[in-house]
């Protein structure tokens, strides 16, 4: 939140501003969001395909 509303609301003067403030928080949680999934999917990939070799070598 901090780095979007440094490099967007305090140039434009916007901070204070309500609803620029509340649409820089929805766009940093998605922003954070992304990041998390992106960072789990390497964990899920690893897991998700042990699971699937092991299987493979049941059947």
Do not use: C, H, W
Request: aromatic share 6%; hydrophobic share 40%; net charge positive.
């Amino acid at each position: 939140y901090r780095m979007l509303s440094d490099t967007e609301l305090k140039p434009s003067g916007l901070v204070g501003n309500t609803d620029a403030e509340r649409i820089i928080g929805a766009r940093a949680m998605e922003n954070a969001k992304k990041a998390f999934l992106d960072g789990l999917r390497p964990l899920v990939d690893e897991i998700l395909g042990s699971y699937l070799q092991a299987r493979r070598r049941l059947n």
